[in-house]
T-cell receptor
């Protein structure tokens, strides 16, 4: 089946720890995105990548890092610099980074701080 | 900065009835795209419908249709013959062509739709 997978479904972070959220797609999409969702708010863009080996910061990139070494993979690392990481994280992809392109979303990862 | 406003935090509709979810946006752009996404309890975002700003005809997808009023910057979603499976959070989103900075979706805060028997 074609689609986007995110793992793990739940992730627990200890203070001062870096954690990495996985996002994989087999849709052959060039563009990939990471969003953060907090209660009562819409999704906010963390990072996005238009093509392999390239990525740009979104609105709330501080405390996060990404890599795009393979077309199908776009992992997000939540660093210890992110002081309020508890949120729901959604990964998305689209064929290209065009304004009319539909973004397809993964099932999400919920990150909790211990 | 572009903003998207959904003024109805919660709505309720009876099964088989029609409901309209409102969305307004603020932009100085003339060319852009608008979307409605559905987020069911599984929390996976699913595209419901999209509208291109330069098209005057309102988009429709089966039981879902939009009322796009460009001058008023309004983009409401109408759900006809509501079904129990329509219960979800609905997000309105806006996107402009890439200008060299982040070509991103800007989301509203969502409307939670309940469907009752």
């Amino acid at each position: 089946d074609g689609g986007i997978t995110q793992s793990p479904k739940y992730l627990f972070r200890k203070e001062g720890q870096n954690v990495t959220l996985s996002c994989e797609q087999n849709l052959n999409h060039d563009a990939m995105y990471w969003y953060r969702q907090d209660p009562g708010q819409g999704l906010r863009l963390i990072y996005y990548s238009q093509i392999v080996n390239d990525f740009q910061k979104g609105d709330i990139a501080e405390g996060y890092s990404v890599s795009r070494e393979k077309k199908e993979s776009f992992p997000l690392t939540v660093t210890s610099a992110q002081k309020n990481p508890t949120a729901f994280y959604l990964c998305a992809s689209s064929p290209r980074d065009g304004p009319g392109e539909t973004q397809y979303f993964g099932p999400g990862t919920r990150l909790l701080v211990l | 900065a572009q903003t998207v406003t959904q003024s109805q935090p919660e709505m309720s509709v009876q099964e088989a009835e029609t409901v309209t979810l409102s969305c307004t946006y603020d932009t100085s752009e003339s060319d852009y795209y608008l979307f409605w996404y559905k987020q069911p309890p599984s929390r996976q975002m699913i595209l419901v419908i999209r509208q291109e700003a330069y098209k005057q005809q309102n988009a429709t997808e089966n039981r879902f249709s939009v009322n796009f009023q460009k001058a008023a910057k309004s983009f409401s979603l109408k759900i006809s013959d509501s079904q129990l499976g329509d219960a979800a959070m609905y997000f309105c989103a806006y996107r402009v062509p890439n200008t060299g900075t982040a070509s991103k979706l800007t989301f509203g805060t969502g409307t939670r739709l309940q469907v009752t028997l």
